[in-house]
T-cell receptor, first 114, second 111 residues
Framework: NAGVTQTPKFQVLKTGQSMTLQCAQDMNHEYMSWYRQDPGMGLRLIHYSVGAGITDQGEVPNGYNVSRSTTEDFPLRLLSAAPSQTSVYFC?????????????FGPGTRLLVL | GDSVTQMEGPVTLSEEAFLTINCTYTATGYPSLFWYVQYPGEGLQLLLKATKADDKGSNKGFEATYRKETTSFHLEKGSVQVSDSAVYFCARGSNDYKLSFGAGTTVTVRA
C-alpha cells in the first residue's frame, strides 16, 4: 500500500494563479483532511471530509476549495494564489470519526507564492 | 476552543541525554492525545497516543502519560540518539475528527 500520496512535492506560483494540490489514499479511509504548516503555528486545518460527497470547513478555509467525488481522492484548489498561502500543505486520512483514531499524513507539498 | 500548548524549542541535546517536551491541552470534553513526529523532509508520523486518563503511550523508547489532573501529556525519552532529531508535535483529538496541534518542538541531538 502506498498510504497517503501527494503531488506535486514542490510548486512555485505567481500571485493570482490557480492550482490544484492532489491527495490520494489507498486505505479505504472515510475521513480525509487538509492542513497547512507554518513556522511557530503547528498545523492548522483547512478543510475536511467525512466521506465521499461531504466536505466541511476547518479553521482556515478562506481561499481554498475542496471536493470529494471518490473515497480515494481529496484535491485542494487554490482559486487565486496569494503570498499568504506560501506554506507546506499536508493531506491526512483516517478510518473513523472517533477521537482515538489515528490520522495518517502524506509527505507534504511545499508551495511558494511570489 | 480546543487548544494545545507545547514547549517552545529549539532543543539541542547530546546523545544519551534525557529529553522532555511539555504539552498541555484544554480540558473540554474527553479528548484523545497524540504525539506526532516529523523527520527532516518528511510528513508527520504517529509516535504514540493515549485515549483516556492515566493511559501511557509508548513507542521507540518514548513515553507520555495522559494526566487529567494537570491536563498534560509530556513526552519523555531516557536516552536520545542522533536519529531522534526531528520536530515533535503534540495534538488533541475530538469526536469531530479534528486534530488541534501544538506549535511543534524542534529537537536536535548531537553526537
Amino acid at each position: 500500500n502506498a498510504g497517503v500520496t501527494q503531488t506535486p512535492k514542490f510548486q512555485v506560483l505567481k500571485t493570482g494563479q490557480s492550482m490544484t494540490l492532489q491527495c490520494a489514499q489507498d486505505m479505504n479511509h472515510e475521513y480525509m483532511s487538509w492542513y497547512r504548516q507554518d513556522p511557530g503555528m503547528g498545523l492548522r486545518l483547512i478543510h475536511y471530509s467525512v466521506g465521499a460527497g461531504i466536505t466541511d470547513q476547518g479553521e482556515v478555509p478562506n481561499g481554498y476549495n475542496v471536493s470529494r467525488s471518490t473515497t480515494e481522492d481529496f484535491p485542494l484548489r487554490l482559486l487565486s494564489a496569494a503570498p499568504s498561502q506560501t506554506s507546506v500543505y499536508f493531506c491526512a486520512s483516517g478510518k473513523g470519526r472517533q477521537r482515538q483514531e489515528t490520522q495518517y499524513f502524506g509527505p507534504g507539498t511545499r508551495l511558494l507564492v511570489l | 476552543g480546543d487548544s494545545v500548548t507545547q514547549m517552545e524549542g529549539p532543543v539541542t541535546l547530546s546523545e544519551e541525554a534525557f529529553l522532555t517536551i511539555n504539552c498541555t491541552y484544554t480540558a473540554t470534553g474527553y479528548p484523545s492525545l497524540f504525539w506526532y513526529v516529523q523527520y527532516p523532509g518528511e510528513g508527520l508520523q504517529l509516535l504514540l497516543k493515549a485515549t483516556k486518563a492515566d493511559d501511557k503511550g509508548s513507542n521507540k523508547g518514548f513515553e507520555a502519560t495522559y494526566r487529567k489532573e494537570t491536563t498534560s501529556f509530556h513526552l519523555e525519552k531516557g536516552s536520545v540518539q542522533v536519529s531522534d532529531s526531528a520536530v515533535y508535535f503534540c495534538a488533541r483529538g475530538s469526536n469531530d475528527y479534528k486534530l488541534s496541534f501544538g506549535a511543534g518542538t524542534t529537537v536536535t541531538v548531537r553526537a
